[in-house]
């Protein structure tokens, strides 16, 4: 499924409010230099017929406009990341494998794990491989960001429910102040990425309107799908 | 309000067999030794009247029936958490502040970051102040574990939807295996309860009946408040 | 013992010809931010009777002067940092206690582990509890530093073989620049002194007399004790 | 130059004592469960004509044999680690090329990065890139030992002064037992070498004869080179 047009806490005023009142869902705001997180967009997650795949055509063009944003930039890094593993899970926990059997699937040099062609990686932009949900666990991401002065990461990707929101909540934790696109994030379940993009707008990120994040980034808005 | 007497898995055959398709929702078994962590039962969150308070009476309640299991085997290590920050916050990043502005609430030594006196927390039993969701983040706990040869955490306490959840997530991360009892969990928000208990089972811990859990633990299970 | 009133590398011109040839010993230079990290001068380090103390003076006096300079410029912040554990020894590892007993003698809130007046810490500058070598292992500091966007810290204290080398490592494995200024940092003993200011500035910092620190900074550079 | 035929703190009888009176070079003792960690045995270090390489034949021997002792048990986990990078360095921060310049000659997949072949790593080892000099630091290798109940680390390999003292420090923060066999750890420098055997025992983890450690684990203490 594509993500929701509109950002979910919009259409829950009274949740909303009940976190509002117990010191909740205020906003982080924009930094002073951003950088752009895309979260497993990889073949695993984005081919519907892959046993964690959906659908995620709507997804994958809203962070292309993001990308077209930020390259005109030319300041603005951009961090891609994937899941992968030894051909022999022996750098792969057992815990791991016993809780989402899908990880022995995401063999290292695999097609499986390499990004979608549609993004066209720059040579400079990193490309790194996690471990675990979240970009920063185990990975040299954080080394990158601060090497840059990054104050803020737009996460993008899949899946909302697991390593969007968890790469918020890793984001929030060592200081950064992270925006959520609403419509750049996709999940293959309706309820989960309903249900996380409340919890990520309420506890660790500034979910916005893809409009709002492309027009602070100094570019135009264009017409969007979904 | 008081967590849901079954575990939300159960309602939801549909969507958990969605998951259980998409190679997520293993069972990652119990270890051979475990430890519990009690999470945040301090006053801010027990009490109703706080910002980020809620009725969590059944919780405790049923905290208390593990801790009695628990301290009559005398080998599985207990810890208690609880979130403080120096009173000029100094040690808060703003960013934190500006999303979830109760943490100014959180001064280190006040009556609402004690742990709940019903706990009856013994002298050996670590104590914690940690500054985020997750009980591993920034905190000893991963090198008490470690030095102990824990495998296993047993996680309960509050918030299901903030640090119940990113405490399994840190949990598995880590290479630990991560039980929940599903009514040793609450949350101010019973919908918030009810779909992160979900993600937790589909992505990180086992969320168990309690009586199957105190039943491995080896103590009898007595009727359960709820 | 008090700091070397030159820079170590500078007497042994061999050795770092060979470490040079090697790839090592380059400079990282100053970034655009720096913070002041104040390491552990609190009185069991600085009181010379105390077990794990040492004639600190000379590095106190010298700190001194790079506060005045820091304080002045109103935009470079200030962390202070000590080692304390609970009374209990609850959050405290059996390994650590086991190799480094004088850990047990680090009680929080106790005179030892409390900065020395001199230091006059103003309440915005952050005080942070450390429970081992490295001032951002199991802190905040990391948090604190990238919430403000510091690129560049600044490390002064002791001990040089101890806490100042690991703060050194971990900082630049986060991507900061570290810079020590050679005379504010000491150790109990003077040969670990000369053979970790050595390594340091070969692997993780650039070492440097505090003079061309204190000209960075914009200050003027006063008589140096030592 | 091959690691020193005897543990450089038995030649420092002084030094200790003074250490010791400061509450330094307790014994952390073996725990239940060992693993054997070697470091950084790959081309760029083992080959003199590398540029950070030099002679480590004997500590290969030393390594050899406790390789042998340790397959023989089948229950000791082993981990080979290397340094590697993207070819275009996009997840190397800057500050690490500037620090370390030779940092640029490990590329991911080339010669110089692989193992040593005489290590004859069997495919259940793990194999960890690291980022950086302690193993523990942004890989995988923790939740590897956690998940296997491991409590003692065997650190072997190169270099002394870098990564195999960084390593035992990680160990020892992670509240693991940590234990280097003297004769079986290398340095390109004779004093850092020297220097760094002494923090290693004094702060860190025991440095034991490789004899004391091979007859721990079971085995035969056969001659030893070096």
Known sequence: MTA????????????????LAAGFAGRVGWGER????VIDMAGAWTRPEEMIGSDLGGVLENIGLLLDVVRKTDDIPVVFTTMAY???FSDLPLVTRLKTPHSEQMIRGSDRVQLVPQLRRLPHEAFI????ASAFFNTNLLSILV?????????VGCSTSG????TCESALDYGFRAIVPAEAVGDRSASAHEANLFDIN?????VLPIQEVIGHLGGRGPALTG
């Not at 491989?129 to 675990?132: A, G, V």
């Open 4 to 19: 929701a047009p509109q950002p979910h806490r919009m259409d829950n005023r009274e949740l909303l409010d009940q976190y």
């Open 34 to 37: 951003p950088a752009l997180l």
């Open 86 to 88: 030894d051909a022999t």
């Open 129 to 132: 491989e996690k471990p675990r």
């Open 147 to 155: 090497a840059q002065r990054v104050d803020t990461v737009i996460v």
């Open 163 to 166: 390593c969007i929101r968890s």
């Open 202 to 206: 309420a506890r660790y990120a500034d």
